[in-house]
């Protein structure tokens, strides 16, 4: 049966959410997997192995946040050339990125098993978490070859409107990542080897089904091994979008590791707090990165069948939806934030750090749901390299200042909770003026 879904016909609000709620449960189930890590070390091993892997998450976040941002970047390169049917182009595309997806892959988890005791270092780990982190996290990069080659391919399949695969193989992968959970930790004991060991497999696993799918059909995105390899023309296009994009969603969550050492100064009851606290963010954030990807496959579609009449549409139409489906995770999440934190830790102080950070930031969701609709714009239109510099200029340079004047002058951690939203107000002011100035403007002077 034909998966592929043209996002340039059609009813825009229909398509947008048809194509957004397959992305949003897929976030969902992709987050299971260190979330499910960290409920169960948390409740069977302890508030120091909880402790090890919110560490070493810091970390992992990097290298899958490269892989992330460069499926990101890949699936404009895809959607232009499936919106204008150019299908030969769209062939030697899928199979450039997916080899380079396994090549960069192999890369990452070979450099990662060396860099890791330095990587733990500059975290600050605390001594009482560093050998448990250094296991997690030596162990988990393994499966970035696994997990570069899932990103890429199920970018493939969004990429000509197919979202609703990709879901439904990070719900087998999870199902199987939380049953490994509890048999490897609760019932034979491994710790923290153990919940990193089930994800590997978990990764392993989804990575198998997008192959098959990819390989199995008969539409234009098939995957023929034999044609498997690197044009180095295509690569250089790819790389031009695709690269900043990675290298943006990379540089942030490095930047992370720098917060994280201001978090790691408040004890080991502050990392575990905020570690639960930031699985709970991540999963309350999923609406707004989901109609983000969704708005960059829609107007790229869009834009390659020549249709701005709908890109225009579809912004106006994408920022409702955002605030809706923003309102309706935040605020359970502000409200029920006690129970969402007695998730992963039932230790009073960790509840109370949890908490603190939960309903410090959720009430400003608004703003990180507009600005991943014009992010999502913005990299539609081709300017992915635009969107890196200003994102890592407020993320990185202007946050990392602000923490580091805010904690001069009142060393509280609610300096580093505010630090988040104070980001996203400033990249959402940034790339909106480039939109303004630079995409509609011109597109007013033809």
Not at 122 to 148: H, M
Not at 364 to 371: D, Q
Not at 421 to 436: E, K, N, Q, R, S
Request: charged residues 15%; aromatic residues 10%.
């Amino acid at each position: 049966m034909v998966k592929t879904k043209d996002l340039s016909k059609g009813s825009i609000s229909k398509g947008l959410i048809n194509f957004s709620i397959p992305i949003f449960l897929g976030y969902l189930f992709q987050n299971l997997y260190n979330s499910v890590d960290s409920a169960v070390v948390g409740q069977y091993v302890g508030k120091a192995a909880l402790g090890a892997v919110t560490s070493s998450s810091v970390i992992s976040n990097v290298v899958v946040g490269f892989f992330t941002g460069l499926a990101t970047g890949v699936t404009v390169i895809l959607s232009r050339s499936f919106g204008a049917r150019k299908y030969d182009k769209l062939h030697v595309a899928i199979h450039t990125c997916i080899m380079f997806s396994i090549i960069s892959g192999i890369f990452m988890a070979l450099v990662g098993q060396v860099i890791s005791p330095m990587l733990l270092r500059a975290v600050n780990c605390p001594q009482d978490v560093y050998e448990q982190a250094l296991i997690y996290l030596r162990l988990y990069l393994i499966g970035c070859l696994f997990t570069s080659i899932y990103n890429v391919s199920s970018s493939v399949l969004r990429s000509v409107g197919d979202s609703r695969s990709p879901f439904i193989y990070l719900v087998l992968s999870s199902i199987t990542n939380i049953v490994l959970d509890i048999v490897l930790v609760a019932y034979l004991g491994m710790g923290v080897s153990g919940v990193a060991t089930a994800t590997i497999v978990s990764q392993v696993l989804s990575c198998i089904l997008v192959f098959i799918k990819l390989s199995r059909t008969d539409d234009v995105y098939k995957l023929v091994i034999k044609d498997l390899k690197i044009d180095m023309k295509t690569l250089k296009e790819v790389i031009s979008v695709g690269l900043p994009a990675g290298l943006q969603t990379c540089i942030i969550s490095f930047s992370n590791v720098f917060i994280q050492r201001y978090v790691n100064m408040f004890g080991s009851d502050a990392i575990a707090g905020v570690g639960a606290a930031q699985k709970v963010d991540n999963f309350a954030s999923m609406p707004s990165q989901s109609i983000g990807l969704a708005i960059t496959t829609y107007v790229s579609q869009n834009l390659g069948a020549k249709r701005q009449d709908r890109v225009h549409q579809g912004i106006r139409i994408g920022n409702i939806i955002t605030t809706i489906a923003v309102i309706g995770i935040a605020l359970p999440s502000f409200i029920f934030a006690p129970q969402l934190i007695t998730i992963f830790n039932n230790d009073p102080a960790v509840i109370e750090y949890g908490v603190d950070m939960v309903r410090a930031i959720v009430p400003l969701y608004i703003v990180l749901g507009i600005n991943s609709v014009y992010t999502g714009v913005v990299r539609g239109y081709g300017f992915s390299r635009t969107v890196m510099i200003i994102s890592l200029m407020c993320m990185v340079v202007i946050r990392q200042i602000y923490l580091f004047i805010g904690m001069k002058i009142f060393n509280s951690i609610y300096v580093v909770y505010y630090g988040y939203p104070f980001a996203w107000a400033l990249t959402l002011a940034g790339v909106y003026a480039f939109y303004i100035i630079r995409i509609r403007r011109r597109e007013r002077e033809f």
